[in-house]
């Protein structure tokens, strides 16, 4: 039992520590805000029609994609968390793609235990 609690710690520190290095990376930035997320990227000399954004099914990804004249940019980020494809809006502001979604709610499943 305490090698499962000892192994549970460590992938919950492995997941805090990959929000964090998300946090720091210059080009994009991510951000919780409760039961949403927010990731900005920097995507400037583009027009709103110029860029091609799309979310993987199962919600841990994301593909930002546009161009414009000699202006190209694409940008895959696997998220640290899944969110609800279905909730994803985009806007496009002064250089940066705001894109807002709701994570998933982790379900727990109770397991019977048998003695």
Do not use: C, N, W
Not at 9 to 21: G, H, N, R, T, Y
């Amino acid at each position: 039992m305490e090698d499962l609690k000892r192994a549970m710690e460590e992938i919950s520190k492995s997941l805090q520590k990959m929000v964090e290095d998300l946090k720091e990376r210059k080009d994009y930035r991510f951000v919780e805000e409760g039961d949403e997320v927010r990731i900005e990227i920097d995507m400037p000399g583009l027009e709103p029609a110029d860029i091609a954004l799309s979310v993987a099914k199962d919600g841990t990804a994301i593909r930002a994609e546009g161009a414009r004249g000699d202006r190209k940019y694409s940008k895959y980020i696997r998220l640290p968390l899944k969110i609800d494809p279905s909730t994803v809006s985009a806007l496009y502001r002064s250089g940066v793609l705001t894109i807002t979604a709701k994570k998933v709610k982790e379900e727990e499943i109770r397991v019977p235990v048998r003695g």
